[in-house]
Nanobody
Framework: QVQLVESGGGLVQAGGSLRLSCAAS????????MRWYRQAPGRQRELVAT???????NYADSVKGRFAISRDNVKNTQYLRMDSLKPEDTAVYYC?????????WGQGTQVTVSS
């Protein structure tokens, strides 16, 4: 079984920065595309950023230029660097990964941006 565990959320003032991490663990698995989603109260879960195994990235328009997704294929970990945070970035952030055993989700980490 492949598990994803996020870390790095918290409370930050507007304009601040946070870095989220998502570590995959299990035995003898392969990771393909990895993603970050977020869900704010009363809103649908939305895709924030995607990174392929080869490192190609894609971002939601709302975070372009402020967020950066990256991954370490040796550590089986992906990251989301978030700069110039805004109150509207407040949400639970979930990592997601395509594996050779199906798609997996993390448990979520809360990010709160105060104005």
């Amino acid at each position: 079984q492949v598990q994803l565990v996020e870390s790095g959320g918290g409370l930050v003032q507007a304009g601040g920065s946070l870095r989220l991490s998502c570590a995959a663990s299990g035995s003898a698995f392969s990771l393909y595309a990895m993603r970050w989603y977020r869900q704010a109260p009363g809103r649908q879960r939305e895709l924030v950023a995607t990174i392929t195994r080869g490192g190609s990235t894609n971002y939601a328009d709302s975070v372009k230029g402020r967020f950066a997704i990256s991954r370490d294929n040796v550590k089986n970990t992906q990251y989301l660097r978030m700069d110039s945070l805004k109150p509207e970035d407040t949400a639970v952030y979930y990592c997601n990964a395509d594996t050779d055993r199906g798609t997996r989700w993390g448990q979520g980490t809360q990010v709160t941006v105060s104005s």
